[in-house]
């Protein structure tokens, strides 16, 4: 069993970091001989996915670049809304890219599904879709993800890049979120 940080919001492991770490190894060599002969350009989607972003790379013998973009999602703290603000665009043009775009976690897909649309309006090669985490039946977009680190349980996690109101991006395994840890 890993520490926990101490805080009573903080609850089941949902996956360990050790898992994490092999997946992810695993996920980037998949990743490696389906690219072969390619230089990809990897998207990550801020913040939640850069701890994943940076891991993945670790494991992709290609050689890749990086590029980010922020969104944001109207909608509560714990609902997608599936209207997307970009806080912060791509860098660099994507025309002519095999373009592939790292997520955190994937819930509706509404979010990702706005993603997509606006990236492939920019002329890429080809756009292929890695998501550490999916959350098992809630999809309401009908979206095609190539690469899926975990199907997870529908409940609301932190950790591992992804947070409430900025906190606990920084544990290095994804547990449950409580939200109200009196009842
Ligand atoms: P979707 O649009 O419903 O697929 O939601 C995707 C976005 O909502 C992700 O990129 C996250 O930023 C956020 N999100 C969804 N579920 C969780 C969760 O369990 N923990 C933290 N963030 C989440
Ligand atoms: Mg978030």
Do not use: W
Not at 11 to 38: A, H, M, P, Y
């Amino acid at each position: 069993m890993e520490p926990t940080q101490e805080d009573p919001h903080i609850g089941d492991l949902i996956v360990d970091s050790e898992s994490l770490q092999l997946r992810i190894r695993e996920l980037g060599e998949v990743i490696s001989k389906d690219f072969n002969g390619k230089a990809p350009l990897l998207i990550g989607v801020l913040k939640g996915a850069f701890m994943f972003m940076s891991d993945l790379a670790k494991s992709i013998t290609v050689p890749v670049e990086f590029d980010f973009m922020a969104i944001s999602s109207y909608g509560s703290a714990t609902k997608s809304s599936g209207v997307v603000r970009i806080l912060k665009d791509l860098d660099a043009d994507i025309a002519g890219r095999d373009v592939i775009v790292v997520e955190d976690i994937i819930e509706s897909g509404l979010t990702l599904q706005y993603l997509l649309r606006n990236l492939k309006a920019r002329g890429p090669e080809s756009v292929t879709v890695c998501t550490l985490l999916l959350k098992r039946g809630l999809q309401r977009a009908d979206l095609q993800v190539d690469y899926v680190g975990f199907e997870i349980p529908a409940d609301f996690v932190v950790g591992y890049g992804l947070d409430v109101a900025e906190r606990f991006r920084n544990l290095p395994f994804v547990a449950r979120y409580i939200e109200d840890p009196e009842s």
